[in-house]
């Protein structure tokens, strides 16, 4: 059998997972009368609930006698270091672009990833039925991004396919896309165009870790593409490692069909294996069956550039609401995240309780604590801080480039507040339909709580996109919040009449009924300092009084606090205390 391998690149929701689903389907993978339910590719809850792909995903169909290995990578630039270790195991990839929307940052991210490794690139103009799309100019704007990123010429002639995603149509001409009922040239396109993998089927075996998963049964899985050879189930083999050459025992071989595993006894070079029988494997390390085969050359990927610390936790309601509130617990997850998570890094404190995560991004972060949560952990996790770095005598820190599309009346006041986060306007222009793009380059701890507060700022109607730039010299000090706190001076349970007389003091992060402490952070004061209140106060029994009046209190909505917003609005001095039922703010002293 013959084997294609592709990746499926784009933006954030762009289409990319209801694309592989239908490819899937349509392939014959399923049953006629089998279930399967939608964005099957996106199995994490998370996934699920926010519309994203976190982690890339495996699956294959076979169409023509050919098993097409194919990956959907995540789209979001928090998540770039899955899609460059996915690029090192295909030959091929699917460029997926809105027919309104166009390129936008993760597009450039992914795309310029591809060209520096030479993959062959197919074009898929999706969404092409909306109201809005304009696909003749996002291909002109296509066209541009390869050549602003340096393609050479045979890379820029390349095959454009237009589909409607959700409906499972693709057709080259875009007058017929909406008459056709499958995705039939799509895969004769990837079949006729990918090439297939340079593989040695006669010399010794070996594969670069590309991946890493996790079976309870049989322990770490090292995820990879068969360069030369065959692999076999009880195959001694030896591993190249950082820190020299181990020596292994194949003890179970799988592969991808459909969306699952399927085990078998033999790989064959140019398909994508997943082995187990070496507990100790890393990402980028090299299985080979001999010493005649040598190792392939570790790859990197991009450092992190942002960290937090999280510590155990130990406010006054602490181990409450949570079952894994240890030290011991929480190093055990984070290590276990480090086994599947290549772009996360995890550093030890002078406490034992502490640790330092480094990451990408906000998001990334966000999207680990949300998954602690969920599992039971209680944590306390620091203000998001940017990685400095010392070069020759001077200060670096990491600078982002923004891509915002607003509508024209909100531009001022984007660019205003960006440039008092000291953010630089390189490129703007109009998009028409009243809507405008800009792009600026701002240090990346500028960025840090701006995201809800652009949000305000546009009325919920902008875009906003960043992606790693490059380091470049301090900018100085960055006003990160303008509006104090208010505390609660006391523990017990905030009452509907104090909440009441505070609200026209700030906006209240919590409801009637909440329990408080001392020290826990319950609002955003309007003036620039602090206020200390009792916010568990009853009102007075006195004999006059009207019926009713103290039990009918009417109180602002209150927004509850999510671990992103949370992130946003801390300072230095100050944790958010997380928990399965709670996320609280609080002082890291209380007095």
Request: proline share 4%.
């Amino acid at each position: 059998m013959s084997f294609r391998n592709i990746a499926i690149i784009a933006h954030v929701d762009h289409g990319k997972t209801t694309l592989v689903d239908h490819l899937l389907k349509q392939s014959g993978m399923y049953r006629e009368n089998e279930s399967v339910e939608e964005r099957l590719m996106d199995s994490m809850d998370l996934e699920k609930e926010r519309g994203i792909t976190i982690s890339a995903k495996n699956a294959s169909f076979v169409y023509r006698d050919t098993k097409v290995n194919i990956v959907d990578t995540p789209g979001h630039s928090d998540f770039g270091g899955e899609v460059e270790r996915i690029l090192d195991m295909v030959d091929g990839a699917v460029l997926l672009v809105d027919s309104s929307e166009g390129p936008l940052p993760q597009t450039r991210f992914v795309l310029k990833k591809a060209l520096e490794q030479d993959k062959k690139l197919l074009v898929c103009i999706n969404k092409v039925d909306r109201k809005d799309a304009r696909p003749d100019e996002v291909l002109d704007e296509i066209f541009d991004l390869f050549i602003d990123l340096g393609a050479r010429e045979d890379q820029a002639d390349f095959d454009v396919i237009y589909a409607i995603g959700r409906d499972g149509k693709a057709s080259m001409e875009l007058d017929k896309v909406e008459s056709t009922d499958s995705l039939k040239t799509m895969m004769d396109l990837i079949i006729d165009e990918v090439p297939p993998p340079k593989v040695e089927v006669d010399s010794p075996a070996r594969l670069l870790v590309t991946n890493i998963d996790y079976n309870p049964f049989v322990g770490r899985l090292s995820v990879g593409r068969l360069q030369s050879g065959r692999l076999k189930t009880g195959e001694p083999m030896l591993v190249h490692q950082e820190d020299g050459v181990k020596k292994m025992k194949i003890t179970s071989l799988q592969t991808y069909v459909r969306d699952g595993l399927e085990n078998v006894d033999e790989v064959q070079a140019g398909d994508i294996a997943v082995i187990s029988g070496f507990e100790k494997i890393q990402i980028g390390d090299s299985i080979c069956a001999n010493e005649d085969a040598p190792a392939f050359e570790r790859f990197q990927v991009d450092e992190p550039t942002v960290g937090i610390f999280l510590s155990v936790n130990n406010s006054p309601l602490a181990g409450t609401e949570g079952s894994a509130v240890t030290s011991r617990k929480i190093s055990e997850r984070l290590d276990k995240e480090l086994l599947r998570n290549v772009s996360i890094k995890v550093n030890p404190t002078d406490s034992p309780e502490t640790f330092q995560i480094l990451a990408r991004g906000e998001l990334q972060i966000a999207v680990l604590l949300e998954q602690m949560r969920r599992e039971g952990f209680e944590m306390l996790v620091s203000q998001p801080q940017v990685l400095i770095k010392e070069e020759n005598g001077k200060k670096l820190e990491p600078y982002d480039r923004v891509y915002v599309d607003v509508d024209e009346e909100y531009l001022g006041t984007v660019t205003r507040k960006l440039q008092e986060r000291k953010a630089q306007l390189l490129e703007m222009n109009s998009r028409g339909g009243g809507r405008s793009q800009a792009t600026y380059r701002i240090p990346a701890r500028g960025l840090i709580g701006y995201r809800s507060e652009f949000l305000t700022d546009t009325r919920g109607t902008g875009l906003m996109n960043s992606q790693f730039d490059a380091y470049d010299e301090h900018k100085g000090e960055i006003s990160k919040r303008y509006n104090g706190r208010i505390i609660s001076d006391r523990s017990g349970k905030a009452t509907p009449y104090s909440l009441n007389n505070l609200e026209d003091r700030g906006k209240m992060f919590i409801n009637p009924g909440t329990k408080v402490y001392k020290g826990m952070i319950i609002g955003e004061y309007n003036k620039g300092n602090e206020l200390n209140v009792n916010v568990c106060r009853e009102k007075k029994l006195t004999n006059v009084r009207a019926s009713g009046t103290d039990d009918n209190v009417k109180l602002a909505t209150v927004k509850p606090l999510n671990i992103e917003s949370a992130l946003e609005w801390i300072v230095h001095d100050e944790w958010i205390e997380i928990t399965p039922k709670s996320i609280r703010l609080r002082l890291k002293v209380i007095k």
